[in-house]
Structure formats: structure tokens, C-alpha cells
T-cell receptor, first 114, second 109 residues
Framework: NAGVMQNPRHLVRRRGQEARLRCSPM?????VYWYRQLPEEGLKFMVY????????ESGMPKERFSAEFPKEGPSILRIQQVVRGDSAAYFC????????????FGSGTRLTVV | KNEVEQSPQNLTAQEGEFITINCSYS?????LHWLQQHPGGGIVSLFM???GKKKHGRLIATINIQEKHSSLHITASHPRDSAVYIC???????????FGKGTHLIIQP
């Protein structure tokens, strides 16, 4: 029973390239949350998705960032035209339902923009 | 918007000492989480609390809903407990979790 799987673990992109981060939730979990951890800062909420729906994207930058959670396959966080300030650890967490059911976190993707 | 404050920010202690990390928040919540993160590592959920006290091995977490305050205690601390401990709250009108900045704990042998 695998936990939350994130890949890649480490991703290096040049400025202007696209970054695609993947998250496969725990089996039976249909709620996915993405969080960003900037260097020397705390974790910040980015987006909350259920299958085929974005529920809350209030923490996502308005430009260049998008997220999806298709009916089949992993959730994808996409960053277009990356800049140095996008360098961070991106964590995904999943839960079986909304509200007080606990979260399981992935190991994160460390994005470095050079 | 909930504000989550943790103290201390950094803590260095000797092996065997009793450790306390504090967390306070500003708005009513539905649950509070304590998380552990090792350097360069993933995040592990230690506790989810909505009232009272929970214990797991050498770790104890308490919450006082009226005072909007929680504590994480580690008894008989060990160097392998060295990590960042993060308090996070759920509810209060927001989706997902709102996090404190973490407490960097170092246990010296």
C-alpha cells in the first residue's frame, strides 16, 4: 500500500523552461493538496483539487502556475517559464475526504531553477 | 486568515532532556496537526488533534481549544529526534492546512 508518490524527487530547470511535478495520492484518496516551501520559509498552501475539479486555487500565483487532477493518472502541478524565485520544495498531500480525516504527505519535489 | 505562531524557533538540547514546543493560533480551528520534517526529507504526520491529549511512544501532544494553544512534548530525547517540527491548523475558513514556520530541534549526544 504505497503512500503518496511524488516525482521527480529533484528537478533542475533553466530559466524559461517548463516544470511538471507529479503526485499520485494514496490509494482511496481523492483529495489532493499542493504546498510550496520556499528556502528558509514555512509551507504555504497552493491549491486543493478533487478528481477533475479545482476546489480552491487561492494560493496559486495568478500567472505561469496551473494544476490538474484528471480522472485517470496523477495530479500535475505545472510551472511555465520558470524563474529563479520558483526554486523551492513542492509537497503534495492527500486525504480520503475533506475535513479532519488526516493527511498523508509525499516526499516532495525539490525544484532548482538555474 | 489564521496566524500560526511557534516557539521556540530553534532549540538545542542534550540527549535525555524533556522537550516542549509550543504553538498558538488566532482563529478557531477544526483540527491541529504536528508534523516532522528531517533535513532534505519528506514530511511525516505525527498527530492530529481536535481536543485533549494524544501520546505515541515518547511523543505527547496536547491542545487547549479555549486558549488556542497546543504543545508537543518529547520525553527522553534522542539525537534521532533532531528535525524540524511543524504545527499546522485546519479549518477556520481555509482549505488545506495553515502552517507555522517550524521549530528546528537539535539533540546533542
Amino acid at each position: 500500500n504505497a503512500g503518496v508518490m511524488q516525482n521527480p524527487r529533484h528537478l533542475v530547470r533553466r530559466r524559461g523552461q517548463e516544470a511538471r511535478l507529479r503526485c499520485s495520492p494514496m490509494k482511496g484518496h481523492s483529495h489532493v493538496y499542493w504546498y510550496r516551501q520556499l528556502p528558509e520559509e514555512g509551507l504555504k498552501f497552493m491549491v486543493y483539487l478533487q478528481k477533475e475539479n479545482i476546489i480552491d486555487e487561492s494560493g496559486m500565483p495568478k500567472e505561469r502556475f496551473s494544476a490538474e487532477f484528471p480522472k485517470e493518472g496523477p495530479s500535475i502541478l505545472r510551472i511555465q517559464q520558470v524563474v529563479r524565485g520558483d526554486s523551492a520544495a513542492y509537497f503534495c498531500a492527500s486525504s480520503p475526504m475533506a475535513g479532519n480525516y488526516g493527511y498523508t504527505f509525499g516526499s516532495g519535489t525539490r525544484l532548482t531553477v538555474v | 486568515k489564521n496566524e500560526v505562531e511557534q516557539s521556540p524557533q530553534n532549540l538545542t538540547a542534550q540527549e535525555g532532556e524533556f522537550i516542549t514546543i509550543n504553538c498558538s493560533y488566532s482563529v478557531g480551528i477544526s483540527a491541529l496537526h504536528w508534523l516532522q520534517q528531517h533535513p532534505g526529507g519528506g514530511i511525516v504526520s505525527l498527530f492530529m488533534l481536535s481536543s485533549g491529549k494524544k501520546k505515541h511512544g515518547r511523543l505527547i501532544a496536547t491542545i487547549n481549544i479555549q486558549e488556542k494553544h497546543s504543545s508537543l512534548h518529547i520525553t527522553a530525547s534522542h539525537p534521532r529526534d533532531s528535525a524540524v517540527y511543524i504545527c499546522a491548523v485546519e479549518g477556520g475558513g481555509a482549505d488545506g492546512l495553515t502552517f507555522g514556520k517550524g521549530t528546528h530541534l537539535i539533540i546533542q549526544p
